[in-house]
Each structure stands twice: as C-alpha cells, then as structure tokens.
C-alpha cells in the first residue's frame, strides 16, 4: 500500500537550516507529483513547494521561493525539502503528499496520499 513517512523536523533558531526528508513506499516516484505542505496551529493547511516525479519540475509558494528547495531521489524514492533562512512564520507541522498523476499542484485537495507529519519550530 502507499506510505509517506517524513523525517527531520526540529527546533530551529531563526536563519537556520534543516532538511525535511519524506520515505515513498507502495509506488514509484517518476508517475506522481509530491508535494510538501504545512499546517499551522489554528490556520489551513498551505502547500510550500512540490516536483514532478517525471521531469524534477518544481513549484514554490511566494513566500519560501529562494528559501526552500525541494528534490528527490527516484533511486531511494525519497522526496527532500531544504528549509535554509528559516523565520518564525515557516513554523508548523510539515507533511509530504502524493498526487493522482504528474500535474503540477500546490491544492491540498488534489492530493491522494499524505503522511503524518514532522513538527518543525522556528524560534529564538
């Protein structure tokens, strides 16, 4: 069955860096788009950035484009996000999810398949 574990969440300082990690399983990477998206206490869900299992074309929300950078590793079928600058507003709970096919997306409600998430904190 699908299965999407993420990893690497933590507390950070402000203008630090982590790297989120998110484990495929049940499917293969290069037919599907992943996306990462996250979750602040008391607001919606966002997508923050997502890539084409097909062709590593990628799309960024406004606010973390030149921040973030998301990639993967069809071998490991593992997705990655690299969070550099980080500010207090990039805290929440940061999930990785699939999609029904190759579009490039940052809907939440276009995605199938989501993990539980990793906690990621920004703060002094």
């Known amino acids: 069955q699908v299965q999407l574990v993420e990893s690497g969440g933590d507390l950070v300082q402000p203008g630090g860096s982590l790297r989120l990690s998110c484990g495929a399983s049940g499917f293969t990477l290069d037919s599907y788009t992943i996306g990462w998206f996250r979750q602040a206490p008391g607001k919606e869900r966002e997508g923050v950035a997502c890539?084409?299992?097909?062709?590593?074309?990628?799309y960024y929300k406004d606010s973390v484009r030149g921040r973030f950078t998301i990639s993967s590793d069809n071998a490991k079928n593992a997705v990655y996000l690299q969070m550099d600058d980080l500010k207090p507003e990039d805290t929440g709970i940061y999930y990785c999810?699939?999609?029904?096919?190759?579009?490039?997306?940052?809907?939440?409600?276009?995605?199938?398949?989501w993990g539980q998430g990793t906690s990621v904190t920004v703060s002094s």
């Open positions: 999810a699939r999609g029904p096919s190759l579009l490039i997306s940052l809907q939440p409600r276009w995605y199938e398949y």
């Open positions: 890539i084409s299992g097909s062709d590593s074309s990628t």
